[in-house]
């Protein structure tokens, strides 16, 4: 083939692309508006290459089922929505605390409780973060185009495998639902991460192993490692423990082994950024929208950028004040009540405004309701 | 006691040691006495004398004091969230189909809580044996009422007699699609030894009930005695199956029935799914 595949595919279809290429072999979920096609796709695809789809009798099931093939060895995701997700956080806490790789997509629509299924919405970034009760360290991704969304799940598998731990990828119902033609990335030209396995004598083994850098070899259930895997605090070799110089080391590795290489989980994309003096802050669908008006105002002389938000957790503190090191002020635009503006304006140095756009009622962001936003500022 | 019996026995006991779980500290979380040790034991014959691979063994389990379980034994140990074992359970077998899971639950983690992912694995007859120890209350929390707690029996939030009904896990099971149904007592370990031995072997889904003693909770809450009395009490109620099957219902009241309850063959979940996945990639 010469030229790369090119496809028209919507943006829950992407997912499916971009796990398939990662690796993915075994999904389970449960139909929920507007992520639905996911599970489709995965229905049709995944027996293709001998994988496994499995169709829950909820959410608790579905990421039940992803954990328990996930240990079992295969690369595994489930996808929901909002109500989903909250009936996910249970054992999405399970395997924060079992360090169990896995990719949760979650569709956002409007909330909180049954909501808005059919209209779009950002309003679960937080939740994202802080979903289950209990101290551990959240990763996050979220595209913003349909081409966008398959290379975000690859990265978000890569990161799963790499960190040992969940990771959440946000995408939107207008992103779940759009089309658009993309290249598809060739075999061997994303590179894919495989966890880690153990080397050593299953006598010498212990599974949650401090590391140099924190990650403990990951064996697969039946390879001959037999090990205890529990949602109860445990030592470096699984048992249950309620000793404070064992619960402190778990709780450390849970968090550090992730903001401590933090570089590597980083992205953003920056457009215009060199000389602007205002910046868009954005991310997710809005961050196209984005996009348009910093094209429509930098037409009419004005130095302003766009900032992308493709990592949302951990927070990008200091790569966002890098960026953002020339303006004088920030425009930070999501389709809720305000979350990552909170972050924002934490991480900022108190001499760069911080004003917020937002939009909750079902609707997208338009270009122009984000040049009108500017004038106020500029 | 002669020496051949003698031998017989120390090397019974050495195979209980081989299954107990390298550098686990023990004692148990278990109250001396309770059955769920003799369940464990009853497992581990069960699994010697199929003579499966310690490898090729998956315990699952919930929350409670039955779910501790896998923690003790030398095989993979899922010990997952309270009711969700057998969803948790579902992933490693269709993961995994060459790995035998067994999935040790209770009657609040499997009924109450779990109740959902229990009947769709029945329905699902996907193939897992499902050992369910039923002592007819919450021990780990200290005893409250469970689904299987008899209407108008004491626990710690039903103080003045059960004002609900309870179910029968083996008639919801095999009304779910269960293919192997079957119940047994703590007092009856050897015939507790045959039936996990079968339902292990069984492809498709399989249940055990194990009516169980928490002397601590149950037992003194009802009067009930101690661990023995208590076994003493089951082996008073239980009736043979074929037997009970020639008694009336009047007759058959307090009592309940043991044995196989249900047996058929049925195509298994991974399977008929892995069919799919012949013709589908043939058929490209
Ligand atoms: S509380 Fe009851 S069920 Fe739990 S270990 Fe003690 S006797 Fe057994």
């Given at each position: 083939m010469a030229d790369k595949e090119r496809v028209l595919v919507m943006g829950n279809q992407a997912c499916v692309l971009g796990a398939i290429y990662a690796g993915l072999r075994f999904f389970a979920g449960y139909p929920i508006t507007p992520s639905t096609e996911v599970a489709e796709g995965c229905a049709r695809e995944l027996p293709k290459i001998g994988g496994r789809f499995i169709q829950m009798e909820d959410e608790i099931g579905s990421i039940a089922a992803v954990i328990g093939a996930s240990v079992s060895g295969l690369k595994a995701m489930t996808a929901t929505s909002g109500p989903g997700y909250s009936l996910m956080i249970e054992n999405l806490g399970y395997a924060y605390m079992t360090e169990t790789p896995l990719v949760v997509i979650n569709v956002q629509r409007g909330?909180?409780?049954?909501?808005?299924?059919t209209k779009v919405s950002q309003s679960d970034t937080m939740q994202a973060k802080?979903?289950?009760?209990?101290?551990y360290t959240a990763i996050t991704v979220a595209p913003s185009t349909i081409g966008e969304t398959v290379t975000e799940v690859i990265r978000a598998f890569n990161l799963a495998e790499r960190f040992r731990t969940p990771v959440t990828v946000l995408l939107d119902e207008v992103l779940g639902h759009s089309r658009q033609i993309i290249t598809l990335p060739e075999p061997g030209e994303i590179e894919i991460f495989d966890r880690v396995k153990p080397t050593c004598s299953p006598e010498e083994f212990e599974a949650f192993a401090m590391t140099p850098n924190m990650v403990s070899p990951m064996p697969a259930y039946g390879e001959g490692y037999r090990y205890v895997c529990t949602g109860l605090t445990h030592d470096t070799k699984g048992f249950t423990t309620n000793k404070s110089e064992e619960i402190a080391p778990k709780m450390y590795k849970l968090r550090h082994k992730i903001i401590d290489y933090q570089d590597e989980i980083h992205k953003m994309r920056a457009e215009k950024?060199?000389?602007?003096e205002v910046a868009f802050i954005s991310y997710g669908s809005v961050a196209r929208a984005a996009l348009q008006a910093t094209d429509i105002v930098r037409k009419a002389g004005y130095k302003v950028g766009a900032l992308q938000l493709q990592t949302i957790w951990p927070f990008p503190d200091e790569k966002l004040r890098e960026m953002c090191g020339k303006c004088r002020a920030v425009v930070v635009a999501e389709l809720n009540m305000g979350q990552i503006v909170h972050e924002v304006r934490r991480a900022l140095p108190p001499d760069i405004e911080v004003h917020e756009l937002q939009r909750y009622d079902g609707e997208i962001l338009t270009p122009m309701q984000l040049v009108n936003k500017l004038e106020e500022v500029l | 006691m002669t020496t051949a019996t003698k031998n017989k026995k120390s090397q019974k006991s050495s195979v209980i040691l081989d299954y107990l779980r390298p550098n686990k500290g023990m004692p148990s979380v278990w109250c001396a006495g309770c059955g769920n040790g003799i369940v464990m034991t009853a497992i581990i014959r069960a699994v010697d004398n199929l003579g499966l691979?310690?490898?090729e063994v998956v315990m699952a389990s919930g929350i409670g004091c039955s779910s501790r379980m896998p923690m003790y034994l030398d095989f993979s140990a899922l010990h997952t969230t309270h009711g969700r074992s057998l969803a948790f359970a579902t992933g490693v077998k269709f993961a995994r189909p060459e790995l035998k899971v067994i999935d040790i639950t209770g009657d609040g983690d499997a009924l109450a809580i779990g109740g959902n992912h229990f009947i769709h694995a029945c329905r699902r007859n996907i193939d897992i044996t499902a050992i369910l120890i039923n002592n007819n209350i919450y021990g780990m929390t200290g005893g409250q009422g469970s689904p299987t707690t008899p209407s108008g029996a004491f626990s710690t939030t039903t103080?003045?007699?059960?004002?609900e009904k309870h179910f029968d896990p083996c008639s919801l099971a095999k009304a779910a699609g269960a293919s192997f149904v079957a119940r047994t007592t703590v007092y009856h370990a050897t015939q507790m030894d045959t039936i996990i031995q079968k339902a292990i072997s069984h492809r498709g889904f399989s249940l055990v009930e194990v009516i169980s003693n928490c002397h601590t909770y149950y037992g003194r809450l009802n009067r009930m005695g101690d661990a023995v009395a208590m076994l003493n009490d089951f082996k008073n109620r239980a009736v043979p199956l074929a037997k009970s099957k020639k008694m009336t219902e009047e007759e058959m009241v307090g009592k309940f029935a043991i044995g196989v309850l249900h047996q058929e063959e049925k195509t298994e979940f991974c399977d008929v799914y892995q069919s799919v996945v012949d013709k589908v990639k043939g058929g490209k």
């Open positions: 909330g909180p409780s049954t909501g808005l299924p802080w979903g289950p009760h209990g101290d950024m060199d000389d602007a | 691979s310690k490898d103080p003045y007699g059960n004002s």
